[in-house]
């Protein structure tokens, strides 16, 4: 591979600090993997573009869930049927035991699941504070919206979700004796 | 397992394969032929911008902005950055390289003149809207990215794109690098409020597309308006010629009887029809279809959504000798007797939107299944409650936030 410049080089830091969350970030909304590949690589071109605008008055890993939730909305906004862009998607092996890969995928599934069947706003802002440990402040910022409506809409999105999950508990037992 | 760690648990698997290293090798390699723009920021005048609020509504005659400028007078001329348009400006989307169907020097960008095959292949598949919002005999495409071009004899003729908050201070790049590179700026741009406007000259254009297009300006002639509402968006009109009239103002007392006002409701945009309410109290508001506003009683007028009357709106125009500070401590205790009020930062909340960013107070509180949101904020100089109620599990109220940025009031 050719030397990498400055720019390069710190797009490839965010891309390996920040890929996998801004890719389940934007899973969580769109609910669709091939258009989550898409959508996370313009984020990141789009990144790259902008680096110099890049003012440094929130984090970069701010800045970068805002690029993907305007991403997310252009996609959901426009009335076209995006083309796929990117060929080369194939499933990587995780190099887990097949039990391994069954439990985690049980237990992923448990909450994603859940929070799938939550209203987008509520599934961004769970996502956001409790994966990614964001403040409301910084929610609200990625999210265009007051704090105290991400403090509110947070509330009301745990309170459902603890109601899907019951279920998904006393159906499936996954979590066990918790 | 307690709850929160659960969640927490559950959610840092990623589910699926991710970003994977072939996706960050493709990025690398699409942006190997992408130079990070550097952004020399034209001095825009965020001074007049301050204090001014424009809501973007289509009047019966097409687009139309009203301005206010209620606390600070309009900012000096526009100084723009260069007096050529750069072709390597090209924005946030990538440039297109495609050869033109026509001069090839009026665009590489999908400008102004370009064929909708251009830009199709530049923005995506368009869509037609049916019928042309403007009623005119051109044709109306709707693009991703908030573009909506006008198509005549297959040319495109007028340009609207919207942008973002936080993309709104792209707009001016970005409508450079769709613009034709032989463009100089004619005169000194003019600015109204929160409309900045600039006129271009581009020769290819003259020689490309008939002279009637351009009106009675000069042929090649064409215009960019540069609109920020004041949600911290932007909306930029590009169109030939000295079409359509400016400023687009439209002083106290003159606002039209009807208009249809364009929001954003839970990252969607409606668009919905609006008359002008004329309040007992000295100010003006535009009323959205879905909702009825009526005097409660003397002082007070009240607006709730004709669907839900769950969700209403308490309009309170305060005495021109009021207090703010009291009105903030009243506000404040209003709340207390509600439930725990939780105290919102409007310039922090809305740092975009001048409007509700000025506010004096923003304060919210919770009791039982209905929430209620508090703002004290001056309109024109003179001191506002207004004071909104919802369900607890409603997903916005940006319907009343909308209406409030059309208030007028008398001092």
Not at chain 1, 133 to 158: L, N, Q
Not at chain 2, 32 to 57: C, D, E, K, W
């Amino acid at each position: 591979m050719c030397k990498l410049n400055r720019e390069e080089d710190l797009l490839s830091d965010l891309m390996n600090q920040y890929g996998q969350s801004v890719w389940s970030f934007i899973y969580s909304i769109t609910k669709d993997a091939t258009i989550t590949d898409d959508l996370s690589q313009e984020v990141f071109i789009q990144a790259y573009r902008h680096l110099h605008d890049f003012r440094g008055d929130a984090s970069y890993k701010t800045w970068l869930f805002s690029i993907a939730k305007n991403k997310c909305r252009d996609h959901f906004r426009s009335a076209f049927v995006r083309r796929v862009t990117f060929s080369g998607n194939v499933p990587e092996d995780h190099g887990d035991s097949v039990e391994e890969q069954v439990m985690r995928t049980m237990q992923q599934n448990a909450v994603w699941d859940s929070l799938l069947q939550l209203k987008p706003a509520y599934r961004e802002v769970v996502f956001l504070h409790v994966r990614e440990e964001m403040t409301f402040g910084e929610v609200g910022k990625v999210m265009g919206i007051p704090e105290t409506t991400a403090r509110a809409k947070y509330h009301r999105a745990v309170r459902q979700l603890r109601e899907i999950l019951g279920k998904e508990m006393e159906t499936n037992g996954i979590w066990g004796n918790a | 397992m307690e709850f929160g760690e659960m969640l927490k648990q559950g959610l840092s698997e990623t589910p699926g394969r991710g970003f994977t290293n072939r996706m960050k090798e493709q990025v690398l390699r699409d942006v190997a032929n992408i130079r990070p723009r550097r952004v020399h920021r034209r001095s825009r005048p965020l001074t007049f911008l301050t204090g001014a609020a424009a809501v973007v509504m289509a009047t019966a005659a097409g687009w139309g902005v009203y301005t206010r400028t209620h606390v600070q007078s309009p900012a000096a001329p526009i100084t723009p950055v260069s007096h050529s348009m750069n072709p390597a400006n090209s924005g946030p989307l990538a440039p297109v390289t495609e050869p033109l169907n026509g001069p090839a020097h009026v665009s590489s960008t999908a400008g102004l003149g370009d064929t909708l095959a251009v830009l199709q292949k530049a923005y995506g598949t368009a869509t037609q809207v049916t019928p042309s919002t403007d009623n005119t005999a051109s044709v109306e495409y709707a693009f991703p990215h908030g573009i909506a071009v006008w198509m005549s004899e297959g040319r495109v003729v007028e340009i609207h794109r919207a942008f973002q908050p936080s993309q709104s201070h792209y707009a001016h790049q970005d409508m450079d690098g769709m613009m034709p590179h032989d463009s100089t700026i004619q005169g000194t741009p003019m600015n109204a409020g929160t409309t900045q406007v600039f006129t271009y000259q581009s020769p290819s254009l003259a020689s490309f597309m008939p002279k009637s297009w351009f009106g009675g300006a000069n042929p090649g002639e064409y215009r960019v308006e540069y609109i920020y509402p004041s949600d911290g968006s932007a909306y930029v009109k590009v169109t030939l010629g000295n079409i359509s009239g400016f400023p687009l103002t439209f002083a106290p007392g003159q606002r039209p009887e009807q208009t249809t006002i364009a929001y954003e409701s839970e990252g969607m945009y409606e668009s919905e029809p609006a008359k002008l309410w004329q309040s007992s109290q000295g100010y003006s508001m535009y009323v959205l279809s879905s909702s009825t506003a009526s005097a409660e009683e003397p002082g007070s007028d009240t607006v709730f959504l004709n669907a839900n009357h769950d969700f209403s709106m308490r309009i309170q125009a305060l005495p021109s000798n009021a207090d703010a500070t009291k009105a903030v401590n009243q506000a404040k205790q209003q709340l207390s007797t509600i439930g725990q009020p939780v105290i919102g930062n409007p310039s922090k909340d809305f740092p975009m939107n001048d409007w509700f960013a000025n506010a004096l107070f923003e304060g919210s509180a919770t009791h039982g299944k209905s929430h209620v949101i508090t703002w004290v904020m001056h309109v024109d100089g003179r001191l506002f409650q207004f004071t909104i109620t919802s369900p607890t599990e409603a997903e916005s109220v940006s319907q009343f936030y909308t209406m409030i940025s059309t208030i007028q009031a008398a001092h």
